[in-house]
C-alpha cells in the first residue's frame, strides 16, 4: 500500500521577532504555540517566508512567548518583522486519508491566535 505525505500541521502568518546567525540552528518558536499546532521540539519544519519567498527546512525548538527567531543559517532567510508559515507533514496510507485534517493555527498582530483549526 502506498503512502502519501500531507501537510500535518500548519502556524500561519507569524512574525519573525528575531533573527540570530550566531546560533547553531533552527527556529525558536512560542511553545504554546507549538503546542497549539501539534508540533515536537525537534520536529522537521518548512520555514514558508511571505515577504520575499525565501524556504528552508529546519527543526523547532522552544521560545518564549511570541517569539519566532531564525537561528543561523536559516537567519539569512528572513529578519524581523516578515511574515512567515510553518508547516510539517505526516506521511499516511490509504486508509488514513480520509480522517486526516491538519492542525491549523492562524495568528495575528503581535502573534496572538486568531483562530485554530482541527
Known amino acids: 500500500m ?6 500535518k500541521s500548519k502556524i500561519h502568518r507569524a512574525t519573525i521577532t528575531n533573527a540570530n546567525v550566531d ?4 527556529i525558536s518558536i512560542d511553545s504554546n504555540l507549538l503546542e497549539k499546532a501539534g508540533i515536537l521540539p525537534y520536529e522537521r519544519v518548512d520555514v514558508l517566508n511571505v515577504d520575499n519567498g525565501e524556504r528552508l527546512t529546519t527543526y523547532a525548538i522552544e521560545g518564549g512567548e511570541g517569539e519566532f527567531c531564525l537561528n543561523g543559517a536559516a537567519a539569512h532567510k ?5 511574515k512567515i508559515i ?3 507533514y505526516a506521511w499516511l496510507d490509504d486508509d488514513e486519508l480520509g480522517l486526516h485534517k ?11 491566535v486568531k483562530l485554530v483549526q482541527k
Open 102 to 112: 491538519p492542525k491549523v493555527v492562524l495568528l495575528g498582530d503581535g502573534n496572538k
Open 23 to 26: 546560533y547553531e540552528g533552527s
Open 78 to 82: 528572513g529578519q524581523a518583522g516578515q
Open 2 to 7: 502506498a503512502s502519501r505525505c500531507l501537510l
Open 86 to 88: 510553518i508547516c510539517t
